[in-house]
């Protein structure tokens, strides 16, 4: 069956660096688009970046997060990462990894990793 398994999240103080991974099983991994969206307290969750299929030439960022930010796939590993530095309170969230619909077959959804940003 299809798993996303997150992990690399925690506290973190402003300005710290933090790497979160999400490994995946269960289908063709390097077939499909993939995506970190988050979601803060009273917030609706929110596209952080995505990354194409295949060697993941293409990628995308939310403008908070640019510059800032770095997704990125390992296909031998079937695992995707989000490099986060310069991390903001802002930031604070759970982070959860998504695997994108694809020639009809429906996305699907981690867990979530919970990432607090604070002193």
């Known amino acids: 069956q299809v798993q996303l398994v997150e992990s690399g999240g925690g506290l973190v103080q402003p300005g710290g660096s933090m790497r979160l991974s999400c490994a995946a099983s269960?289908?063709?991994?390097?077939?499909?688009?993939m995506s970190w969206y988050r979601q803060a307290p009273g917030m609706e969750r929110e596209l952080v970046a995505s990354?194409?299929?295949?060697?993941?030439?293409?990628?995308n960022y939310a403008d908070s997060v640019k510059g800032r930010f770095t997704i990125s796939r390992d296909n031998a590993k079937t695992t995707v990462y989000l490099q986060m530095n310069n991390l903001k309170s802002e930031d604070t969230a759970v982070y959860y990894c998504?695997?994108?619909?694809?020639?009809?077959?429906?996305?699907?959804w981690g867990q979530g990793t919970r990432v607090t940003v604070s002193l």
């Open positions: 990354i194409s299929s295949g060697r993941g030439y293409n990628t």
């Open positions: 269960g289908f063709g991994f390097r077939n499909y688009d």
């Open positions: 998504k695997r994108e619909s694809w020639k009809g077959i429906v996305g699907y």
